[in-house]
């Protein structure tokens, strides 16, 4: 390696309106095969190597690169100029004012799997897709994309017993039909729900109450509760035609229960129904609701509502349209069901660290795949939204009826 300093440094206009000015320092000579890096304070760092046919730009542009803290993104330029920047993490907002003062736009993101295989897809008609004889989608399709891989569990996924493994292998397949995610891994989730799933999310009794105590004390506006709170009321009194004080409403897999309690506050006859005990009692004593322990996939004398709600548990089981279509039966005439579900195509944006993507997920879901799913269980969808929520999560909602 030669290095040519420039002392003092050449400075030159740049910009659209030349108000930055640039200080070139030097020159860096590399022979074949030797590399530099390049790094932040933030220690955000990428390397460049020499090749003999010419250089590597970057590291993997969805690998390296973005475990150093670094996203590549394509953007162009007036004048159809293209640029690959590689933004730090956290400064999304930063780059978004460069962009907009330079005038410039971003045409994607180029670090995760789903958006460089479109990008593959897209030039080459080509895909990294594969059949597979393992898993089938929701919608019957075989072929898939990986999308995300892991050897180890993503930051802030709870690590469950079943979980905490050496052997944590997991990837996230999109079905190359419908666009659903599926969680693919053989470490074993069956015991998950009558008690694990408790003691490492909350811990104990105390634990759902203090959990319970704080979603339930968040104002409007900063409380993903509220806001489905206030989509389910608004749609009873279209559904109903009036005030829906007094309906009768069965929340499947209730956990900390905020949602049956704000229900309940609201006027609505709420019944939760959880596979742990726990969470029971809990709803029972500290949410003041009326509850059942009981697995709704084999539960039989439930009785009917006008309401049946599923809040974010059915990307939790396995085989979730047989899960969706037992709502019917206990649904009265006229009633409806409503379905809140992680929003997987919105999230692979955010890359294989989205808790959209968490083990305890076995489904993520698309548009197609959730009216897929609402079909295959017996079910018309009547309203579907797709949102980001304060907590920021994607989700979808959906509002059901017989079909
Ligand atoms: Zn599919």
Same mark, same amino acid.
């Given at each position: 390696?030669?290095?040519?300093?420039?002392?003092?440094?050449?400075?030159?206009?740049?910009?659209?309106?030349?108000?930055?000015?640039?200080?070139?320092?030097?020159?860096?000579?590399?022979?074949?095969?030797?590399?530099?890096?390049?790094?932040?304070?933030?220690?955000?760092?990428? #390397?460049?190597?020499?090749?003999? &046919?010419?250089?590597?730009?970057?590291?993997?542009?969805?690998?390296?690169?973005?475990? &150093?803290?670094?996203?590549?993104?394509?953007?162009? *330029?007036? !004048?159809?100029?293209?640029?690959?920047?590689?933004?730090?993490?956290?400064?999304?907002?930063?780059?978004?004012?460069?962009?907009?003062?330079?005038?410039?736009?971003?045409?994607?993101?180029?670090?995760?799997?789903?958006?460089?295989?479109?990008?593959?897809?897209?030039?080459?008609?080509?895909?990294?897709?594969?059949?597979?004889?393992?898993?089938?989608?929701?919608?019957?399709?075989?072929?898939?994309? %990986?999308?995300?891989?892991?050897?180890?569990?993503?930051?802030?996924?709870?690590?469950?017993?079943?979980? #905490?493994?050496?052997?944590?292998?997991? /990837?996230?397949?999109?079905?190359?039909?419908?666009?659903?995610?599926? /969680?693919?891994?053989?470490?074993?989730? /069956? *015991?998950?729900?009558?008690?694990?799933?408790?003691? /490492?999310?909350?811990?104990?009794?105390?634990?759902?109450?203090?959990?319970?105590?704080?979603?339930?004390?968040?104002?409007?506006?900063?409380? +993903?509760?509220?806001?489905?709170?206030?989509?389910?009321?608004?749609?009873?009194?279209?559904?109903?035609?009036?005030?829906?004080?007094?309906?009768?409403?069965?929340?499947?897999?209730?956990?900390?229960?905020?949602?049956?309690?704000?229900?309940?506050?609201?006027?609505?006859?709420?019944?939760?129904? +959880?596979?742990?005990?726990?969470?029971?009692?809990?709803?029972?004593?500290?949410?003041?609701?009326?509850?059942?322990?009981?697995?709704?996939?084999?539960?039989? #004398?439930?009785?009917?509502?006008?309401?049946?709600?599923?809040?974010?548990?059915?990307?939790?089981?396995? +085989?979730?349209?047989?899960?969706? $279509?037992? *709502?019917?039966?206990?649904?009265? %005439?006229?009633?409806?069901?409503?379905?809140?579900?992680? +929003?997987?195509? $919105?999230?692979?944006?955010?890359?294989?660290?989205?808790?959209?993507?968490?083990? #305890?997920?076995?489904?993520?879901?698309?548009?197609? *795949? %959730?009216?897929?799913?609402? $079909?295959?269980? !017996?079910?018309?969808?009547?309203?579907?939204?797709?949102?980001?929520?304060?907590?920021?999560?994607?989700?979808?909602?959906? &509002?059901?009826?017989?079909?």
């Amino acid at each position: 390696m030669k290095f040519f300093p420039n002392d003092p440094p050449r400075e030159f206009k740049v910009g659209r309106d030349g108000h930055i000015t640039l200080r070139d320092c030097g020159r860096i000579e590399l022979s074949p095969d030797e590399q530099i890096t390049l790094v932040t304070q933030a220690g955000g760092q990428f #390397d460049v190597a020499r090749k003999e &046919f010419g250089f590597y730009a970057t590291p993997s542009l969805n690998g390296r690169l973005v475990r &150093f803290g670094l996203r590549p993104a394509l953007v162009k *330029s007036p !004048g159809d100029l293209f640029f690959i920047l590689l933004v730090e993490k956290g400064s999304e907002k930063l780059f978004k004012e460069y962009m907009a003062d330079e005038k410039q736009v971003l045409i994607c993101w180029l670090d995760t799997v789903a958006s460089l295989g479109a990008v593959e897809k897209a030039l080459t008609g080509r895909a990294d897709e594969f059949d597979s004889t393992a898993v089938r989608c929701i919608c019957g399709g075989r072929r898939f994309q %990986t999308t995300f891989k892991y050897s180890t569990p993503p930051a802030g996924e709870v690590r469950f017993k079943f979980s #905490d493994t050496k052997d944590y292998r997991r /990837s996230i397949f999109t079905c190359t039909t419908c666009g659903h995610m599926l /969680s693919v891994h053989e470490m074993d989730m /069956s *015991s998950l729900y009558s008690g694990q799933y408790v003691d /490492s999310t909350y811990g104990d009794a105390a634990g759902l109450k203090q959990n319970f105590e704080r979603i339930m004390s968040l104002p409007e506006g900063k409380s +993903d509760n509220l806001g489905r709170v206030d989509a389910v009321c608004d749609f009873a009194e279209r559904n109903f035609g009036r005030w829906p004080a007094g309906l009768t409403l069965l929340d499947i897999g209730s956990g900390l229960c905020v949602f049956a309690a704000a229900m309940k506050a609201r006027g609505f006859d709420c019944t939760a129904l +959880d596979p742990d005990a726990r969470a029971v009692e809990h709803a029972q004593k500290t949410a003041g609701v009326r509850a059942v322990c009981k697995d709704f996939l084999t539960a039989s #004398d439930m009785g009917q509502y006008d309401i049946v709600t599923f809040n974010k548990v059915i990307e939790h089981v396995r +085989d979730p349209v047989t899960m969706l $279509a037992r *709502s019917r039966r206990h649904l009265k %005439t006229g009633g409806f069901v409503y379905v809140e579900l992680p +929003d997987g195509e $919105a999230a692979a944006a955010g890359g294989p660290g989205r808790e959209e993507f968490f083990i #305890d997920h076995w489904h993520a879901f698309s548009t197609a *795949s %959730t009216a897929i799913l609402a $079909a295959k269980a !017996g079910l018309r969808i009547v309203s579907l939204t797709r949102l980001r929520e304060p907590s920021t999560k994607y989700t979808i909602r959906a &509002f059901l009826v017989p079909a």
